[in-house]
């Protein structure tokens, strides 16, 4: 069975701190993709990558940045968390040949 | 912009009855059309999928039907049951992302 893990899935933040959302699958996947979820704006794409060290922006990149050291990891860092981006965060892999996204359980962040 | 427009936002069906969920979508190079289930606590996984060159897909109790020339898609469950209360995403890919509507929050009730 594919595995898509979440390092966490409650966090709660001052604004202005530094936070990391880890991302971890076991399908040796190329793609990884951070989305936020929000009620009645669906999936939104923050960033996505298809190879070790590579990125791409999605829809709505402003104010996060992400990394990809591993192919099986990767990270999303809100550099200075705000109030707005209280949201559900959600990370998926796919493979080159296959269509289908598999998801994580999503992280709940709350910034206060 | 919202590329992949989804109606409607919540909707209430009677056991056995049928769940019609629509989307619209605008560009007309999108060539992979998924719905995606997604249960409370967990992240969506994929329902049923469709590409453009078929007008329909029936997996089981669900169907997906698809008009190239209107750019619309569509969800159809059959005999909904209590289990199939979710919330429902189709979704649209371009290039290797998926672009997503807003979601259906469905819900059978007994």
């Known amino acids: 069975d594919v595995k898509v893990t979440q390092s966490s899935r409650y966090l709660v933040k001052r604004t202005g701190e530094k936070v990391f959302l880890e991302c971890v699958q076991d399908m040796d996947h190329e793609n990884m993709f951070w989305y936020r979820q929000d009620p009645g704006l669906g999936l939104r794409l923050i960033y996505f990558s298809y190879d070790v060290k590579m990125k791409e922006k999605g829809d709505i990149p402003e104010g996060y940045s992400v990394s990809r050291e591993k192919k099986e990891r990767f990270s999303l860092i809100l550099e200075s968390a705000s109030t707005n981006q209280t949201s559900m965060y959600l990370c998926a892999s796919s493979g080159t040949t296959d269509n289908e996204q598999f998801f994580g359980p999503g992280t709940r962040l709350t910034v206060l | 912009q919202q590329q992949v427009k989804q109606s409607p936002q919540s909707l209430i069906v009677q056991k056995g009855g049928i769940s019609i969920i629509n989307c619209a979508y605008e560009n007309t190079a999108f060539d992979y059309f998924p719905w995606y289930q997604q249960f409370p606590g967990k992240g969506p996984a994929l329902l049923i999928a469709?590409?453009?060159?078929?007008s329909e897909k029936k997996e089981g109790r669900f169907t997906i039907s698809f008009n190239k020339s209107a750019k619309q898609f569509s969800l159809h469950i059959m005999d909904s049951q209590p289990g199939d209360s979710a919330t429902y995403f189709c979704?649209?890919?371009?290039?290797?992302?998926?672009?997503f509507g807003t979601g259906t929050q469905l819900k059978v009730e007994l």
């Open positions: 469709i590409r453009p060159d078929v």
């Open positions: 979704a649209a890919r371009g290039g290797n992302k998926l672009t």
